[in-house]
C-alpha cells in the first residue's frame, strides 16, 4: 500500500487525501492556473477522498467548461480540479500547494505550456 497523501486548505474545511504521491506535478502557464499559482497532481477520482466538497467549496468552470475548479469559501485555497461531465474519463487533480512544504520537495515539478501549445517545456 502506497503511503497516504494528506491535503486541505488553510482553514481546514477542505481536506483531500490520495493513495501515493504522483509521479511529477504541473505547474501550467495557462490563463488560469498562472493566476492560482497551483502545483497540480493527478489522479484516478477514486485513488482521491474529498471531506467538505459538496457543503464547503466554490466551483468555478470556463471556457469550454470541460473542468470544475474548487475552492474553499472561507480561506480562498484552490484546492483541487475534477472534469466534468463533458469530459469521459473521471480524473481528479490536486493542487499540492495545499500540502505540507516538505511532502512535496522529492516531486519532480514539470512545467506546462498551457498557454500556448499544450506540451511540457522541460
Ligand atoms: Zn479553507
Not at 504541473?26 to 467538505?52: F, H, K, M, P, T
Not at 466538497?53 to 470556463?62: A, F, I, K, L, N
Not at 500540502?99 to 501549445?117: L, M, N, W, Y
Request: glycine share 6%; with cysteine; hydrophobic share 35%.
Amino acid at each position: 500500500m502506497e503511503k497516504t497523501v494528506e491535503l486541505s486548505c488553510h482553514c481546514g474545511n477542505i481536506r483531500l487525501s490520495a493513495q501515493g504521491a504522483p509521479e511529477f506535478l504541473v505547474s501550467c502557464n495557462c490563463s488560469l492556473c498562472r493566476r492560482y499559482a497551483a502545483l497540480w497532481g493527478r489522479y484516478r477520482a477514486d485513488e482521491v477522498q474529498v471531506i467538505g466538497e459538496d457543503t464547503d467549496t466554490r466551483r468555478y468552470r470556463c471556457g469550454d467548461e470541460f473542468l470544475e475548479f474548487f475552492a474553499c469559501p472561507r480561506c480562498h485555497g484552490v484546492t483541487h480540479y475534477r472534469n466534468t461531465e463533458k469530459l469521459d474519463d473521471a480524473i481528479i487533480s490536486l493542487n499540492f500547494r495545499m500540502a505540507e512544504p516538505k511532502s512535496i520537495d522529492t516531486i519532480q515539478v514539470k512545467r506546462f505550456d498551457g498557454a500556448d501549445t499544450w506540451t511540457f517545456l522541460d
